[in-house]
């Protein structure tokens, strides 16, 4: 069960590269503000965790695992917090605009 893990986030990886070359492929001329701009270094760095956690599960135990697994989560929290900033910046730029 082991070995299926790597290419199940390989795939994972691919798969979510994929979606932002169309996303961003598709919807360039609209995405030029900054929230925009946050959701889309959010959709780059979820593939990039992808690839660690690939990297880390692997290795052929924990510890060597470790390194890996941490970067991992590291670029989650970061690809979460671009998209919580990038919802408060939507948030006031909808409220700044007079809509409710």
Do not use: C, H, W
Not at 30 to 58: H, Q, T
């Amino acid at each position: 069960m082991r070995d299926y893990l790597p290419p199940l986030f390989q795939l994972g990886a691919g798969i979510g590269f994929f979606l932002f070359l169309i996303v961003n492929l598709m919807t360039r001329a609209a995405l030029r503000d900054l929230p925009s701009k946050l959701f889309g270094g959010a959709m780059v760095l979820i593939p990039v965790g992808f690839v660690l956690v690939s990297e880390g599960v692997d290795e052929s135990s924990l510890g060597a695992a470790a390194p890996m697994l941490i970067s991992a989560g590291s670029v989650f929290l970061l690809a979460s917090v671009l998209v919580g900033i990038g919802l408060i910046k939507a948030a006031r730029n909808v409220t700044a605009a007079g809509t409710p």
